[in-house]
């Protein structure tokens, strides 16, 4: 059973626009981490937040941990050709830390 | 170093084969897994050990097998490949589960006919 569900699925926007990934999960995790894939390869690690209520900047890209540690927001403001990816967001629920649990995938192509 | 390596590339296989996808990985992690990549679906975790001799099934183990004998090493075995495993399939190592860097091989291209 998935725990993790991203929204939107598809994303296709204009260079220069803002957007917003969503993350969420009846489940509480002890940390949360958010990956981009590009076709035919692994997907790589962005970042990693691990406190309730946590923001990470990365760049243009801004990730945040809810309080209650059930869901995740990527924000990415003014969209490059280069963030066009597939992002997914993977974490380990309280109970069960060993098993790393993916998101559905949100797939974001930028238009230039 | 390679980091973590998988082969082969594609395969392709006819319903009721077997064949064993390798993956391998030199960063000394004791973390290793097996997920399967399917449109709609993202990343489904199939088996995953915490280190050499120790297993454990994910959301998806029916039809796979693993073994880890050694640190390095972690290949998955498809016992009698049927058409719902066509997939791509990618191996991936860390120092633990939670809140550590997944890295993950190249993948696996797989199709059952």
């Known amino acids: 059973t998935q725990l993790l569900e991203q929204s939107p699925q598809f994303l296709s926007i204009q260079e220069g626009e803002n957007l917003t990934v969503y993350c969420n999960s009846s489940?509480?995790?002890?940390?949360l981490q958010w990956y981009r894939q590009e076709p035919g390869e692994g997907p790589v690690l962005l970042v990693t937040?691990?406190?309730?209520?946590e923001v990470k900047k990365l760049k243009r890209l801004t990730f945040q941990f809810g309080d209650a540690r059930k869901d995740s927001s990527l924000h990415i403001t003014a969209a490059q050709p280069g963030d066009t990816g597939l992002y997914l967001c993977?974490?380990?629920?309280?109970?069960?830390?060993?098993?790393?649990?993916f998101g559905t995938g949100t797939l974001l192509a930028v238009q230039p | 170093n390679a980091g973590v390596t998988q082969t082969p590339k594609f395969q392709v296989l006819k319903t009721g084969q077997s064949m064993t996808l390798q993956c391998a990985q030199d960063m000394n992690h004791e973390y290793m897994s097996w997920y399967r990549q399917d449109p709609g679906m993202g990343l489904r975790l199939i088996h995953y050990s915490v280190g050499a001799g120790i297993t454990d099934q994910g959301e998806v183990p029916n039809g796979y097998n693993v073994s880890r004998s050694t640190t390095e090493d972690f290949p998955l075995r498809l016992l009698s490949a049927a058409p719902s495993q066509t997939s791509v399939y990618f191996c991936?190592?860390?120092?633990?589960?939670?809140?550590?860097?997944?890295?993950f091989g190249p993948g696996t291209r797989l199709t059952v006919t």
């Open positions: 993977a974490g380990a629920a309280r109970g069960a830390t060993n098993k790393l649990i």
């Open positions: 489940s509480v995790f002890s940390s």
């Open positions: 991936a190592s860390s120092y633990g589960a939670r809140s550590y860097e997944q890295y």
């Open positions: 937040v691990v406190t309730g209520g």
